[in-house]
């Protein structure tokens, strides 16, 4: 229950006067009075230029374009000294904007794909003043307006390139110009090119002034599958509607949600006798959850082909898309806090922002207040801190969804997480959402209009318009992002329902999961772990999903047949259910009585064979019987190894959890190193409107993955295959690794990339074996007494040398093939 004097609505109110005091203090853009620059285009016509352009198809999504430019100015061009300035100074910027801007008449240059790496190079020598500028953008199914002195024009059967020469460069010497198209045949080409090589790369010499070089070629398959599913325009609008923006997205939802359902079914059946209250009320929280899963997946990727179906039959004005983003972002936050809290207070309270906001947006499109982003007006200067106070209020019910979610889910019928720390760190969560869109828009601004002339009438009004496009398409996407954080969530529920319903709490020699537990763990971990693929701009999550549930099956029937404790014993019945009626410190005793006879016949069979012959006879008769009481191929050391630490299935997965959670921690840090920060992600990241949503995502998705891994491992340790931990660690990470690398083979024939894919694999494997050899240990934990170091106990556990040896070689080998596979993954594309 939210207490009086922390109520949602006075949280709202410090949201409202945080952001209030900082959003305004970020200011407008700064317009100068200098008047334009006269480029001197007649002293740069003994210029000496070289172009390249470069490109790189092989990515699953977006091709990759790179343009190098050279320029060699003479040292008396009048603004050739300008060059030698700050970077931020305006003589600098008009100056280089006579050298590599746009071929308008236009003061105003705006590259909103352009993205420059690598700072622009000037050096002077007295005579020259040379200046190296390389810029990249990502393609896929827009055109590029300006990248370097390049221009890609983007259509469904082919793409152009087209070099467009700043007016001042025009009549200078184009040395060398050349085009690299990355392993695509050229289909048409002019003027004709001097050099050329393969069809794919051209080169032009000396250039005449108005003959600027351009080449039309096919798009990689995978790009013109993209164009075709991704675009709205006609004819190929049909398509987009199960492209990977829409059906195909939602998709992931209704499948993973039918999963939850069948296993909330089988398991329901598997309960013998009357459920207790609580058994109810976790199975029916799950179904309730799949439910919600499939009806978001649906009401948020196919919200806007609904709105265009209905557009297209009634005619309405296209301009509403955002304004639908608006109403959906608007509902799954109170549907979320519907679904997982308790305090009605708190949905009344989140239900009444809602609405109050919602009121607002639909106020300003009725009235045209410029407030908030309508679809007819530009915000005026109280809209910047308005609109970002709206979409913050609106995010902060959403991130609250995503907590009483989270808590339900995990915690099923108790509720542990009072309903005002909840508030609190949404509170917090959308401060720091909506701070980082604002931060992200001021340096998204300084790419994009770093050659436009400040002094220019217009200048402040494109960076209004700017602005209110920012905070029109801030909601369509901080919604996919936070999806994406539901979707995180989507399996957890498993975890909860298993804290309740579980059958060996009826059943006393229930020493493993039941069928049906087993089928919802296999569940658990294909919606976890089955790689979300597309081909062709269509999803292939049933394929991935299949492949998924097939090994984990697999690797269980392989365990059924070859564990330990599922090998036949009394009355035919598996060793487990005898062993997990007897005491854990008598199986423990036994398997150190058992190694104490190895260790003594071993120092026996050193010494004169003649001596002491009947105490060897007596030690391995007393071997043979301790033998012979179990299976056959089943040794009293192994029992430990069989159990687990813990007495019961489920202590085991709790454990496995916990540790893999611990454990996972490093392999967290470096893949968030390497996707977030490593190399020029950084840059691209702190653009990204949703930059602070998604760096949550990167984080919680590896420490679910160790949190699912380490459960699964543990939960099913007594029906894996192997002896030891390490070695059933290797069976779960074949689970993880098939379906995986069978993805990347089909993405591979396609002609796409998965970039860091074995690194993932081998930091999943190294964290389960880790985890595995950890569970070892605590197995044998009230023994550590007995060894001075922890070195000690792993030789005593494993009684092999060679065994260790190779356990920490693998880990080695595992370290190198993680650095060596993530320095070579290089930057992903922006959001888009």
């Known amino acids: 229950m939210i207490r009086p004097g922390r109520s949602t609505p006075r949280c709202l109110q410090v949201l409202l006067l945080l952001l209030c005091l900082v959003l305004p203090a970020t200011g407008a853009a700064a317009a100068a009075d200098n008047t334009p620059t006269d480029c001197r285009a007649d002293q740069l016509k003994t210029a000496r230029v070289t172009a390249l352009a470069e490109f790189e198809h092989r990515g699953n999504d977006f091709s990759m374009v790179t343009s190098t430019m050279d320029i ?66 990502w393609i896929q199914f827009s055109s590029v307006d300006a990248i370097g002195p390049w221009v890609v024009t983007v259509r469904k059967e082919e793409w152009q390139i087209a070099l467009r020469p700043s007016v001042a460069l025009q009549g200078a010497d184009w040395d060398r110009v050349q085009v690299d198209l990355g392993g695509r045949g050229a289909l048409a080409a002019t003027p004709r090119p001097a050099f050329g090589e393969g069809g794919t790369r051209l080169s032009w010499q000396h250039k005449e002034p108005g003959g600027n070089p351009t080449v039309t070629f096919r798009p990689p398959t995978v790009q013109h599958w993209d164009f075709i599913t991704t675009t709205t325009e006609e004819p190929w609008q049909v398509w987009e509607t199960w492209g990977l923006y829409s059906a195909s997205s939602a998709l992931w939802y209704v499948v993973s949600g039918a999963l939850l359902l069948i296993a909330a079914r089988r398991l329901r059946r598997s309960l013998a006798g009357p459920m207790t209250a609580e058994e109810s009320s976790a199975l029916r929280y799950l179904r309730w959850w799949a439910l919600l899963l499939m009806f978001l997946g649906v009401a948020v ?36 806090c ?49 609109a970002a106070v709206a979409c913050a209020a609106l ?51 300084e790419r994009i209009s770093w050659l436009a002339d400040p002094s220019s009438s217009d200048f402040q009004g494109l960076w209004v318009k700017s602005l209110d496009s920012w905070w029109t398409g801030f909601p369509a996407n901080v919604l996919d992002m936070l999806m994406t954080l539901v979707s995180l969530l989507a399996p957890l529920p498993v975890l909860g329902v298993l804290r309740v319903c579980r059958v060996e709490q009826h059943e006393q020699g229930a020493f493993t999961p039941a069928p049906a537990e087993k089928f919802l763990l296999v569940v658990l971990f294909a919606i976890t772990f089955a790689p979300p693929a597309t081909y062709f701009g269509f999803s292939a999550y049933a394929l991935t999903l299949l492949l998924c549930l097939c090994t984990a099956w697999g690797v269980l029937a392989l365990g059924s047949s070859v564990s330990v404790l599922e090998q036949p014993f009394a009355d035919n019945a598996p060793l487990g259910k005898t062993v997990s009626l007897t005491d854990r ?35 391995e008769a007393e071997i043979d019987r301790l033998d012979q009481a179990l299976p056959s191929g ?14 019961t299935w489920w202590g085991n997965a709790r454990r496995g959890a916990v540790n893999a959670c611990l454990i996972g921690l490093p392999a967290t840090g470096l893949l968030y190193w390497v996707y977030a920060v490593k190399g ?16 949550t995502v990167v984080i919680l998705l590896w420490q679910i993955f160790w949190i699912v891994g380490g459960f699964f491992l543990g939960a099913l340790w007594r029906d894996l295959p192997g002896r030891h931990g390490p070695t059933k660690a290797l069976f779960v990470t074949l689970a993880f690794a098939v379906p995986t690398t069978i993805d990347f083979l089909i993405v591979r024939a396609l002609g796409g990339s998965l970039p860091g894919l074995i690194g993932e694999v081998a930091a999943f494997g190294s964290v389960m074996t880790c985890t595995g050899l950890m569970m070892d240990l605590q197995t044998f934990q009230n023994e550590r007494r007995y060894w001075p170091t922890n070195a000690s106990l792993v030789a005593y556990v494993y009684q092999m040398r060679f065994a260790s040896l190779a356990f920490f070689l693998a880990q080695l080998l595992a370290l190198v093939t993680l650095w060596k596979t993530f320095a070579d993954v290089s930057t992903s594309a922006p959001s888009r």
């Open 634 to 647: 089943v040794r009293p050391a192994d029992l430990p190894f069989a159990c687990g630490p813990m007495s």
């Open 395 to 445: 995010t902060a019910v959403c991130w609250i969804g995503v907590i009483t979610a989270g808590q339900r889910i995990l915690l099923i019928s108790e509720t542990r997480i009072p309903a005002r720390v909840m508030v609190a760190a949404a509170l917090a969560a959308a401060i720091a959402t909506v701070l980082w869109a604002y931060l992200a828009f001021d340096r998204y601004w």
């Open 72 to 137: 060699s100015v003479p040292a008396g061009w009048a603004h050739a000294s300008d060059l030698l300035l700050d970077a931020h100074s305006a003589a600098y910027r008009s100056a280089l904007a006579c050298l590599v801007g746009k071929p308008t008449d236009e003061r105003n240059d705006f590259r909103d794909d352009e993205w420059r790496f690598k700072p622009v190079a000037v050096k002077a020598d007295g005579q020259w003043v040379r200046v190296h500028y390389e810029a990249s953008s």
């Open 338 to 386: 519907l679904f997982g809290s308790r305090s009605k207070r708190l949905v009344f309270s989140v239900s009444a922002i809602v609405v109050a906001v919602l009121g607002w947006y639909v106020a300003a499109e009725v009235f045209d207040f410029t407030v908030l982003p309508t679809a007819d007006r530009w915000l005026s200067p109280p809209g910047w801190t308005v």
């Open 680 to 695: 020029d992600s950084w840059t691209v990241n702190a653009e990204n409107a949703t930059g602070f949503v998604w760096l």
């Open 301 to 336: 990727y196919l919200s806007d082909n609904l709105y265009r179906w209905l557009q297209r039959l009634g005619g309405w004005y296209h301009g509403y898309e955002p304004t639908v983003a608006v109403f959906v972002l608007a509902f799954l936050g109170p549907a979320l």
């Open 585 to 619: 410190a008598d199986v423990l005793r036994l398997a150190r009585r058992f190694r104490e006879l190895q260790a003594r016949l071993g120092q026996l069979g050193t010494s004169n064979p003649g001596e002491r012959a009947a105490e060897r006879e007596s030690i």
